[in-house]
């Protein structure tokens, strides 16, 4: 009876959209439904008669699927296709052409971008609201927000940063705002070319504005199936604006990492750093970095810390050099 029951309903609730992908487990209970993702060792699998399920991927003996999902490999590549079972264990990834590839060699299961609509389709996002105490060249009390959409697909990745805090300081009201957003074209599964902009005020840096626009290459390195690696090297061209003063416009070059790893499990660890060294004024340099750590204790919601740095070898007249701080989070991702 239930085999009957289950390919049925799954049928009224999908008809509209596509046939059922199916998935076995190691007892040979089978589940239809579609697809959602393979994270963390965890198949995350949508159906119309128990909603969403998880799966450990061990368990999983078979996968077969109506539609293209991307597969990230531990080796760092990426391949794109409808998922077949050659036999327990081992799978295909689009045509029949293709090498079969073992479970244990396969790190992620996402579906593709272009699948459900191109660029406003398959976005995920983190927010976090937190408090900070910030100590170096001032001391500071803060309220502080961040905002990070992001989209990735096989070909490119779109990422933005929104960042705000105000609060007191010892030098009075502090605020500060920063807007960056940067677009990564992959020309391999490992190099990729980008284009980034960024615009920032910083109060107690007595700076008004300051817009940076550059380009540069990178490269993306899998460490395993939970770790990534990217570093960046480019330049970029930068207009600032200090009280008191005119609008100084300059090069920098541009000089970074961006880490993130799952491997300590449960935690979620990210870090980024930049290194800025002036073209026009070969004395001065700044650098940024950022590093956050997230602990999902419920569905979406998480708590955590990030630690921040930002240095400026040569500030404007009366504004500090350095800042570092520490804010604790609860946040949410989606």
Known sequence: MIRFVIPT??????????????????????????????????????????????????????????????????????????????????????????????????????????????????????????YTTTRGNSHTTQLALQFQPQRRSVRDTIKLDIQALSGLANGGDTNRQSFETRYDRFVSPRLFYFFVGKSEHDRLEALKLRLRQGTGLGVRMKLGATTQLSTLSGFSFVEEHFSGQDFNHNGEGLFGYEFETRAIAPFQITSKAQFLPNFANLGRFRSEWDTAIRLPFARHVNVGVRLFHRFDSQPAAGARKADYGLISTIGTTF
């Open 9 to 130: 309903l799954c049928f009224i609730a999908l008809t509209q959209t596509a046939m059922c992908d199916v998935v076995e487990v190691l007892n040979g209970d089978r589940v239809t439904g579609t697809l959602n993702n393979l994270t963390s060792g965890r198949l995350t699998f949508d159906t119309p008669y128990a909603g969403q399920i998880y799966i450990d991927w061990k368990q999983v003996r078979g996968i077969e699927t109506t539609s293209k999902y991307e597969v990230d490999l531990m080796n760092g590549q990426t391949i794109t296709g409808a998922i077949a079972t050659v036999q327990p264990g081992e799978y295909r990834i689009g045509s029949e052409r293709t090498a079969t590839i073992l479970a244990s060699d396969i790190a992620a299961i996402r579906t593709p971008p272009e699948v459900h609509g191109g660029l406003f389709s398959d976005w995920h996002a983190t927010t976090d609201l937190g």
